[in-house]
């Protein structure tokens, strides 16, 4: 496709810079499942390549693992903790929106790339799908594969446990800007009124310091109450952050409910500026109601100047996820929508692990997930926190791989592994990729596999512009206006408003680089 040739995007924005799951679909595979107790050589059903289960090769010394971009030869595992956060594509869109490119360091491909719907099988039950998808690129020997898990789909409302949900929000000073505080009171008014009788809802807020609006408070009988305190929230002083948290987790044990989802709800723009500001340090004060409790964190963020950084590790630590919101379309979706229909919980401790054949496999690349890596040998290890993913969620990573020349055969194997989270019994599935199975082309792919590698291309192209090389561009990257113009494409034929939205970011971006 003439719009998928190959150009590369860095020199235009480092010039800017400078300036100023496993069911397989479609891919001829096999899957298993089964209590997680493989043996070492259990085969995944691949022309006996062994499913994932230890790395076959030792990291290099003084190897960064962080800033590796493709795996040796004898190191043909990639493995890592699932994420379904989305708040860096939605600030980036706030900042493009704004006349400005966001900061590199604040694009995470992974968060593009899960923003949009996929059309994945779901399961009956708990656990994951997976589809396992590739195509080949005009540069030769790349391909791109996709491996996208899926959960069963959100229950119905009256279906799900009860929901006991503490609300820690932000009433800082920053927190005045419109946008912020009135959009998370708006939204809060509006998921109060979602929300079952049997549900419960409590209020902490922090500035300075933090306190105990609302204890602990069934819906039943109470919803003037409820939204009589959250009228009366106003902004003042500073941002303490780790106070609210450290209050808002005390809050949620003390009103801890046997049987149901309980969860902290961080609303803020994360720009802590009062007692603890560093991340680490506050998720160890809150270490043992988090454990000891299952209580799982969901951050959202809001404002123009936002602590992305601080938000993300929070989440990433601290058993849970992010999204941002910018606008009250965004924050109904997030309160009105997906904070109720998914408070279940289907998996804990969720890993995934993709073992390329390196027979077929010279080299590849992991698109994202920087700081969700885990060590090879901690796959299987379910003491090694992992992620915690609900009902009607998917997650999609995203490999760029350089097949040897001429040869065909088995490809990968991918394997999920999670925590069931009533019993804490493991699970996994698994399956493999031929290279048969491969697409010719990008155009040959479903629309929603396009989705996905346009959200890819986007964001590696927006995090190219740090200008120190940390990253490499996918092979056979597109110019923005060929991106933009098949995005636009895709919104028609999806007839989805993500997509359109998507279409028009990389427009702006594209504008802001002329």
Not at 164 to 180: C, H, K, N, Q, Y
Request: hydrophobic residues 30%; contains cysteine; charged residues 30%.
């Amino acid at each position: 496709m003439e719009r998928y040739r190959t150009r590369r995007l860095h020199r235009t924005l480092l010039a800017l810079t400078a300036a100023g799951g496993l069911l397989l679909t479609g891919c001829g595979g096999s899957d298993s499942d089964d209590s997680g107790n493989h043996a070492r050589d259990s085969k995944g059903g691949g022309e006996g390549f062994p499913a994932p289960a230890y790395s076959q090769g030792e990291r290099r010394d003084g190897e960064n693992e962080d800033s590796r971009d493709f795996a040796p030869e004898p190191d043909h595992l990639s493995t890592f903790a699932l994420d379904v956060d989305t708040a860096s594509y939605g600030y980036a869109r706030r900042t493009l929106a704004e006349g400005r490119l966001p900061d590199p360091s604040t694009v995470r491909p992974e968060e593009f790339v899960n923003s949009f719907r996929q059309d994945y099988d779901r399961p009956d039950g708990n656990g994951f799908t997976v589809t396992v998808d590739g195509a080949r690129t005009d540069r030769e020997d790349w391909s791109l594969v996709r491996v996208g898990l899926a959960t069963r789909p959100a229950a119905d409302p009256g279906e799900r446990p009860p929901a006991a949900l503490t609300f820690v929000i932000d009433i800082s000073g920053s927190m005045a800007e419109p946008g912020r505080l009135d959009l998370a009171q708006d939204s809060l008014g509006h998921m109060t009124d979602q929300l079952r009788d049997d549900d419960s809802v409590a209020l902490v807020t922090f500035s300075d310091e933090a306190e105990t609006v609302l204890p602990m408070t069934r819906l039943d009988g109470n919803r003037d109450e409820i939204h009589d305190a959250i009228d009366s929230l106003e902004p003042t002083d500073s941002t303490n952050l780790g106070a609210g948290m450290e209050t808002g987790y005390e809050t949620a044990v003390e009103g801890l409910r046997e049987g149901a989802t309980n969860r902290v709800v961080l609303i803020s723009d994360a720009l802590a500026n009062t007692g603890d500001t560093d991340a680490d340090t506050i998720l160890e004060r809150i270490a043992s109601e988090r454990r000891e409790h299952g209580i799982t964190l969901f951050g959202v963020g809001v404002g123009s100047d936002y602590g992305d950084a601080l938000m993300e590790r929070l989440a990433d630590k601290g058993d849970g996820h992010t999204v941002y919101v910018s606008d009250e379309a965004d924050a109904r979706e997030v309160f009105s929508r997906q904070l109720p229909r998914n408070i279940d919980l289907t998996a804990r401790d969720a890993k995934a692990q993709v073992a390329f054949d390196p027979e077929t496999v010279k080299e590849f690349r992991l698109v994202g997930y920087d700081n969700r890596q885990v060590a090879d040998d901690d796959f299987r290890d379910d003491s090694v926190d992992g992620g915690e993913i609900g009902p009607g969620h998917t997650v999609t990573a995203l490999y760029a791989v350089r097949t040897r020349p001429g040869t065909e055969g088995h490809l990968a194997t991918a394997s999920v592994r999670w925590l069931d989270p009533k019993t804490r019994a493991p699970h996994e599935r698994s399956g493999q990729l031929e290279t048969g199975s491969l697409h010719d082309s990008l155009d040959d792919t479903s629309a929603r596999f396009q989705v996905t590698t346009t959200a890819a291309y986007f964001a590696d192209a927006l995090r190219d512009g740090d200008g120190d090389g940390r990253w490499s561009s996918l092979p056979a990257a597109p110019s923005l206006g060929d991106l933009g113009d098949h995005a636009e494409d895709l919104a028609k034929e999806t007839e989805d408003e993500d997509v359109r939205q998507l279409a028009e970011a990389i427009g702006r971006a594209e504008r802001l680089l002329d």
